[in-house]
Antibody, heavy 117, light 107 residues
Framework: EVQLVESGGGLVQPGGSLRLSCAAS????????MSWVRQVPGKGLEWVAN????????YYVDSVKGRFTISRENAQNSLYLQMNGLRGEDTAVYYC??????????WGQGTLVTVSS | AIRMTQSPSSLSASTGDRVTITCRAS??????LAWYQQKPGKAPKLLMY???TLQSGVPSRFSGSGSGTDFTLTINCLQSEDFATYFC?????????FGQGTKVDIK
């Protein structure tokens, strides 16, 4: 059974940093692109970043470029999102998701990031 | 960025109804479109990909159509478990973008 479990969310002050993790199991992690998608509670979905199977390609939404870094450790079946320079508008539930052919077939349960003083 | 516009933003329907949700892309995305269902407090669930291919395990009352810029998700014979919010998503180009969502609630 495919499982994705996010962790690392919490309350952080504006300008602060946070590192999210996603532990993957039930599939060959190194064979899949992975993604982070976020959602302000009660609002729509926003794609944040994608990373290729071997980490050699990364893509970001403009609003996080230069502040967020997606990475992975295939030996540990783990996906990460390093978030620096956090802003109030980054407050959201962050989901990790497995990329199928561009769509997202599997999602984690999400981790809430709250940016507030 | 490609803008995805869903309509309606919300609708009320009864069990047994046929429901149609549309998604329009601001430029052609061929058939690189997915549909998701999301219930409160839960992660989105993939229903359809490549515009019209049903994800494994999804009931056949769900169907998708369209290509280019105009797409449709149809739910035949709405069931109680189908009351949820539905999102479309394009994966033709970066940045990946989602529609704003369509909430289907009970009439």
């Amino acid at each position: 059974e495919v499982q994705l479990v996010e962790s690392g969310g919490g309350l952080v002050q504006p300008g602060g940093s946070l590192r999210l993790s996603c532990a993957a199991s039930g599939f060959t992690f190194s064979n899949y692109w992975m993604s982070w998608v976020r959602q302000v509670p009660g609002k729509g979905l926003e794609w944040v970043a994608n990373i290729k199977e071997d980490g050699s390609e990364k893509y970001y939404v403009d609003s996080v470029k230069g502040r967020f870094t997606i990475s992975r450790e295939n030996a540990q079946n783990s996906l990460y999102l390093q978030m620096n320079g956090l802003r109030g508008e980054d407050t959201a539930v962050y989901y990790c998701a497995r990329v199928e052919s561009g769509d997202y077939g599997y999602w984690g349960q999400g981790t809430l990031v709250t940016v507030s003083s | 960025a490609i803008r995805m516009t869903q309509s309606p933003s919300s609708l009320s329907a009864s069990t047994g109804d046929r429901v149609t949700i549309t998604c329009r892309a601001s430029q052609s995305i061929a058939s690189y479109l997915a549909w998701y269902q999301q219930k409160p407090g839960k992660a989105p669930k993939l229903l359809m990909y490549a515009a019209s291919t049903l994800q494994s395990g999804v009931p056949s009352r769900f169907s998708g159509s369209g290509s280019g810029t105009d797409f449709t998700l149809t739910i035949n014979c709405l069931q109680s478990e189908d009351f949820a919010t539905y999102f479309c998503q394009q994966y033709y180009s970066y940045p990946r973008t989602f529609g704003q969502g369509t909430k289907v609630d009970i009439k």
